[in-house]
């Protein structure tokens, strides 16, 4: 006697599920800076002085140059938020446009030092030989010679300069030690499939430098580059302050803060109101790169949050 079979119910194709596409390295940088609480509280603050720098002035009837004769070496006031010096400018408005000056100083400085490290690293590590012979020489050669005495010599042709001739100053004389790690790095990637691949191919140095070598070690360049506007305002800064910066009539920081630093005891609001603009705002920059580090490299130092 036969018997019935029973009707299997499990279909013929097997449902394969589909695979989450892979996190990109930005949205997993990014995720690990959503929750770090020292990247918010930097941020914030950061954009807070960025603001201020570029607004601030527009709710303030005084420009830096102003005089007002009746307010001579007066206290914060209603009329005057920071005060006045000597000669009655307001220090609400000379903070607010040292602040331009510095932090554009920074920003420019900062992250052109670290461009020159990507390009002269990556060429010494790529080339090696010769090339990389004589690129280290000049390296060690710029680290050895004392940057300030430099700056000492070419001070009074920088006086007669704008500006823009500090930011190169600042960036010609900032990129040696990220080079080093740049050309370590390149070193390690330069024999790896993908690099081997593309000069087999026929890829042009150059492009290789810039679309397989440089994008690789673009982490630490973000970093150092972060690091790099508060070593630029701090250099500015004390350039400015012995008079090898910025000059008059211009101000930065750096110019407030020696002009205020013989009155400091007496006429307090001289000195502490640019150099906590400059303290806080080096702060926030600080944190931002700290948290910054982590997210890219999160082997770099303990988790602190």
Known sequence: ??????????????VVPRRSKPTSRLALVW???????????????????????LFGNSINIYTPTDQDIYALNKAPSAQHWFGTNTIGQDIYAQTVAGLQKSLLIGII?????????????????????????????????????????????????????SWMAIVVFLALFGWMIMAQVVRNQTKAIKDRGFVKAARYMGVSTPRILSRHIIPNVASILIVDATLGVVSAILTETSLSYFNLGIQKPDVSIGTLLAEGSGAAVTRLWLFVFPAGVLVLMLFAISLMADALRDAIDPTSGANRD
């Open 1 to 14: 006697m036969a018997t019935d079979l029973p009707i299997s119910t499990t279909p013929d194709t097997e």
């Open 31 to 53: 995720r690990r800076l959503r929750s770090t609480p020292r990247f918010w509280v930097g941020g914030i603050m950061l954009a807070f002085f960025v603001l201020f720098a």
């Open 109 to 161: 400085a900062g992250p052109a030092a670290s461009l020159l490290a990507a390009i002269i690293g990556s060429t010494a590590g790529y080339f090696g030989g010769r090339v990389e012979v004589i690129i280290v020489w000049f390296i060690n050669l710029l680290l050895v010679l004392p940057s300030f005495f430099i700056l000492v010599l070419l001070a009074p042709m920088l006086r007669q300069l």
